[in-house]
């Protein structure tokens, strides 16, 4: 029997059994797919995740970018650098995911890959993973298999507080410019924003939106934003991803059990970053295990409260900001991003530098008149 068994290997389950392993724990990880796996993602990544781990995340960097670009329509660009210590790294998801395991193996973890998870069974005091290659027992169970994932139901997780949104990439190969650049350009897509994110061997372009329900042509809408890159989609894959925005707080375990990553809805509603929240959110998944394995009845209780406290207040301000700038993004393009401050504080809260709570009232105000007044 295993101390912890974690169904999923992204950047919250691979941060889990990493730090899991580190402390002696029996850790393994159960992945459906062939690893490394690719996921849809524009793969970028705050460098403040290094203060996290004790090794460095460079062999899974394939670029670091310190530009920003903003576009509204195509037109009428705001251009900054980041100045910020480290640029935002742009990481493929298939080897960065794959790096953040490997180093989890490297610290004891087993990983089963090409193992799907066909259900589960409360045995008194442990859990019984059933896949399609025989059950397998532990003592505690971290559920971090995404926004499509079924753990959560599974685990009584019924109706989880979530916005449930979508996305569609396209993966383009070729040879990136000199000058790395973080592209978002608004106004093409309502209640949400087009990127163009830079890999050392390609770009990564995409579509999505983040507040409200209605349908979009997403395919249409990419199309007419490659043909603006002079970029042909044909040349590469496009792949449609559901987003599990986080839309309040809530509670995150059950008996013996937490939910971790998407799974846990912790993706930001205002830019859709969701691989800094699901790495913090395997970080305390793993630390409240450790201490439920030491005998804390009430850790798994704290691991709720402590995403909440650490995460909610932070994705508050951000769901506030992005009701304000989405409903009315041309308004929020010209007070908002063309502030001459604007594109430093995107950045430095892209890089982990600043939080959302440090700027988002002064934001509020410039796009909402009479705001906190």
Sequence with gaps: MYDCIIVGAGPAGGTAAYHLAKQGRSVLVLEKESLPRYKPCGGGVSPAIAQWFDFDFSPA??????????????????????????????????????????????????????TVVTGIEFQSDYWQVNTANGPVTGRYLIAADGAKGPMAKWLGFKERKRLLTGALEAEIPGIIENKPTIH???????????????????????VGTFIGRQPHDFKKILDEYAKSLNVDLKTGKQYGHPLCIWDGNQKLHTQNAVLAGEAA???????????????????????SINEALSGDTNALEKYSEAINEELGAEMAWAQKLAGAFYRFSNIGYKVGVKHPSAPQIMGKIMCGELRYSDVAGRALKRLIPGFGG
């Excluded at 912790?266 to 395997?282: K, Q």
């Design 61 to 114: 960097i394939s670029v670091k970018a310190n530009s920003l670009r903003f576009t509204w329509k195509l037109g009428d660009p705001v251009e900054a650098k980041i100045a910020t210590k480290e640029p935002v790294w742009m990481v493929r998801r298939d080897i960065f995911d794959h790096f953040l395991v490997q180093q989890g193996q490297k610290q004891g973890a087993e990983v089963r890959d090409n």
């Design 184 to 206: 978002f350009e608004f106004g093409l897509v309502k209640n949400g924003y087009l990127w163009n994110f830079p890999k050392a061997d390609g770009y990564s372009i995409g």
């Design 265 to 287: 809805c912790v993706v930001d509603p205002m830019t859709a970053e969701g691989i800094r929240p699901s790495i913090f959110s395997g970080l305390l998944a793993a630390a």
